[in-house]
């Protein structure tokens, strides 16, 4: 990418961190990043034969979407992650603000089913809310234990969540839980946390995201002033018109157009190329 900015490093240690450049980036010339309003898009290797429109509109959409580390809700990169419900699957699109309804992807869910049929053992249960009232006192849950999938405990663990219509992410850890109350004795090796729910969803008052059931919990996802809170929900600075994005390019001439209307009725700003020596915009 050649000599690029230096690294921002957000740290919660007692001692500053120090970032020493040794030696100033070579741009390869042919790998290209674009920026618009500090929002980056993954490298392009316009020497990879396999760059064509379809390709390069993924890669410019990328840009509009929410971006979450794999840690929250990528069950392919995250062998911690033994059930996922992310409410992607036949996601429709429509002109609500993202930064409203979805907290990690383009959509979300109304109502206040947690886990529903799980099969895999896992202690922790990790959930993004959103709360329109302050209804919501405590998660209702269904677990099997020692892999005896024929019977369920079930048992009302107490929640106190921020009930602020803000969107919030926690983890609990059920088999915990389950210990304090009683329910179950430290002889239990594994549970399966069959089912969960929260109470009480009083009209459509709750809204959920990036539900997963895991054997270990993301790294820093309850310290609010880590970078974990910051790269968690990145939001784009404007929202997209839907289906506005469309992008031509043609190889030979190494030249692409892109277009686009934000659904603000903002003017646009030009991408940026990096390294600019690369392209002309």
């Given amino acids: 990418m050649g000599n ?32 618009l309003d500090d929002q980056y898009t993954n490298p392009i290797n316009f020497a990879d034969e396999t760059i064509n429109q379809t390709s390069l509109l993924t890669v ?22 033994v059930y996922l419900r992310d ?7 429509d002109e609500t603000s993202i930064t409203t309804n979805a907290f990690c992807g383009q959509c979300s869910y109304i109502g206040n089913i947690l886990v529903s049929s799980n ?7 990790c959930f993004a809310y959103r709360l329109l009232n302050n209804y ?30 803000n969107w919030h992410y926690t983890c609990i850890d059920i088999r915990a839980r389950y210990l304090s109350q009683s329910v179950i004795d430290s002889s239990v090796s594994s549970i399966i946390i069959y089912y969960a729910y929260l109470d009480y969803n009083i009209k459509n008052g709750i809204l959920l995201d990036a539900v997963t059931v895991r054997t270990a919990l993301p790294f820093g996802y309850n310290d609010d002033n880590s970078a974990f809170e910051d790269v968690r929900r990145l939001f784009p600075k ?3 018109i839907a289906n506005t994005l469309k992008v031509q390019y043609t190889s030979n001439t190494s030249t692409m157009n892109i277009y686009f209307r934000y659904n603000d009725c ?13 392209c002309s915009r």
């Fill in 119 to 125: 099969t895999r053992s896992g202690n922790y249960l």
């Fill in 136 to 165: 919501v006192r405590s998660i209702v849950t269904g677990v099997s234990i020692n892999g005896d999938t024929n019977s369920l405990y079930w048992q009302t663990i107490p929640f106190t969540p921020i009930a602020d219509q």
């Fill in 60 to 81: 410019f959409n990328s840009l509009f979407t929410i971006r979450c580390p794999p840690s929250i809700n990528n069950m392919a990169l995250t062998s911690s992650i």
């Fill in 266 to 278: 903002t003017s646009p700003s030009l991408l940026v190329s990096w390294p600019n020596s690369v």
């Fill in 4 to 35: 690029v900015e230096l690294l921002a490093c957000i740290s919660s240690s007692s001692m500053t961190p120090n970032i020493t450049e040794i030696i100033q980036g070579v741009s390869s010339g042919s790998i290209v990043s674009f920026s």
């Fill in 87 to 93: 409410y992607e699957t036949s996601c429709t699109y």
């Fill in 238 to 240: 404007h929202q997209l």
